[in-house]
């Protein structure tokens, strides 16, 4: 199908002046004939139609279903919908893909921020200029496409993030999704490499077939093959019948290799005849079997080091390594940490309402999470089973965390976040009437707690929870 600019140079009735022009555009308005709103109604894909002045003059169908069920969008400027911008995108911090396509004269595609009945989403956008028969700019079409497992806000599900790495690594997802070109994901344990490797098979035209992962780190030389090809019945000992192998089960989809680097040079020569040939034997086997695969990869190692010191195969790299997307580290987009934690515990707790102090936001976002992903799970798994209400606190966060993101301990934190934390103004004021009591009675928890009303175990359990500790006692 031709696209909207493409067919559209003459499909417009006369020009009228009812509304200021745009500065960089014609001082006439144009509006679209029935034959143009007609086309763009019936592509399969969402698309708008843009004025000179950033408005929106229709949406299609499918616009409407996936963005704009309740409300209609015409009349109103792209940011404004878009972005719940008063000002266009390049005045607010965001890329305009408006601007760019009059500096190209051409289409233009950028990944941004939607908002959708579901929440922000990234979507992918493609901006084309629609010319009169005189070759005048005189309307733009948008064509979108959400990323479905990406959001741009915490959601339960799919990837999280705004940060300026991340939305790059969405921008390379973007491109090769669509395509059957081999991808090799690097990044440090723990970023979520499945995870994006998920999203590209999502995203891609085998969305409808099987996504296979494969750990190939705790994979031996014999069952390396055995469970990417199979085997026949009678094989070896103890093949009762015949094995699907993994490369067979993901025909017509996926196949996810993560670890690769861990695979030794003898793995390693079987795969590169799998990718080379397209074929494979199942084990015990004569007649090959025909692979229809997209392969994606994995490695938290330096390849490019291995096959410098030929522990990697180079013709293997070349294959695997076509296009290669680097996942940032948690410490690269820091800003994206909260939003993050707030995903991640809508998962842990589902149906419970779990949210971070201040102070524990800080501290986290200070942290410089070795572990990444996988430790900012495990650090809010287990701080929401210490707190005893909807909020974790510094005090629920391990010791690591608490000493700051340079590794030297912090300024007494938890004090700190008591008395600075916006969301726990009860807190602060209660470590306050602790001190002042314990500062009333000299530092006598039996005489502090007998004045504040309570048990001497209660105080010390409050105290213990500010991070309190008794002084030493002199001999």
Not at 23 to 33: F, H, I, N, T, V
Not at 271 to 299: C, H, K, M, W, Y
Not at 445 to 467: H, P, Q, V
Request: a neutral charge; aromatic letters at 6%; glycine letters at 6%.
């Amino acid at each position: 199908m031709q696209a909207p600019h493409r067919v559209a140079s003459q499909l417009f009735t006369g020009t009228r002046s009812t509304q200021t022009p745009h500065p960089e555009m014609s001082s006439q308005r144009k509006d679209p004939a029935p034959e143009i709103t007609s086309f763009i109604e019936g592509l399969p894909e969402p698309h708008i139609l843009l004025d000179l002045d950033y408005r929106i003059v229709m949406a299609n169908r499918a616009y409407r279903e996936r963005y704009a069920p309740q409300e209609s969008v015409v009349g109103r400027r792209c940011y404004e919908v878009s972005h719940h911008f008063l000002v266009p995108c390049d005045q607010s911090g965001e890329s305009c893909p408006r601007q760019a396509a009059l500096a190209s004269q051409r289409s233009e595609r950028i990944l941004h921020v939607h908002h959708t009945p579901r929440g922000e989403e990234h979507v992918q956008v493609q901006l084309s200029p629609v010319r009169d028969a005189s070759g005048e700019i005189v309307f733009f079409t948008e064509r979108m496409e959400s990323l479905p497992t990406a959001r741009a806000t915490a959601s339960p599900q799919g990837m999280v993030g705004r940060a300026p790495a991340f939305l790059m690594m969405l921008q390379l997802i973007a491109r090769v999704a669509p395509s059957d070109t081999s991808v090799l994901l690097l990044g440090e344990t723990g970023t979520g490499k499945e995870e994006v490797a998920r999203a590209i098979h999502e995203s891609s035209r085998r969305v409808n077939a099987p996504f296979v992962a494969v750990d190939c780190s705790g994979l031996t030389e014999t069952l390396f093959e055995n469970e990417l090809f199979g085997h026949e019945k009678g094989a070896f000992t103890g093949a009762a019948a015949r094995k699907v192998g993994l490369v067979e089960a993901a025909r017509g989809g996926t196949l996810f290799l993560d670890e690769i680097g861990d695979i030794s040079l003898q793995q390693q020569v079987k795969l590169l005849r799998l990718i080379e040939t397209g074929t494979f034997r199942r084990v015990g086997a004569v007649e090959p079997q025909r692979s229809d695969v997209r392969l994606i990869t994995a490695t938290h190692r330096n390849l490019r080091a291995m096959v410098n010191d030929e522990t990697f195969r180079r013709d293997l790299y070349y294959r695997i390594s076509a296009y290669p997307i680097h996942l940032p580290a948690l410490r690269e987009r820091r800003e994206d940490t909260p939003l993050l934690a707030e995903s991640l515990l809508s998962r842990i707790q589902p149906g419970r309402t779990m949210k971070l102090s201040d102070g524990a936001r800080r501290m986290l976002v200070d942290y410089d999470f070795p572990g990444n992903i996988r430790e900012l799970r495990n650090i809010l798994e287990r701080a929401s089973l210490l707190t005893d209400s909807d909020s974790i606190f510094g005090e629920h966060l391990p010791p690591e965390v608490l000493q700051g993101g340079s590794g030297h301990p912090a300024k007494t934190p938890i004090r700190a976040e008591a008395a600075a934390s916006e969301e726990a103004p009860l807190r602060a004021a209660e470590w306050q009437a602790l001190e002042q009591a314990l500062a009333r009675h000299g530092g006598s928890r039996r005489e502090a707690a007998r004045a504040l009303g309570i048990s001497e175990r209660t105080l010390y359990r409050k105290l213990a929870s500010f991070g309190w500790k008794e002084p030493a006692q002199g001999h």
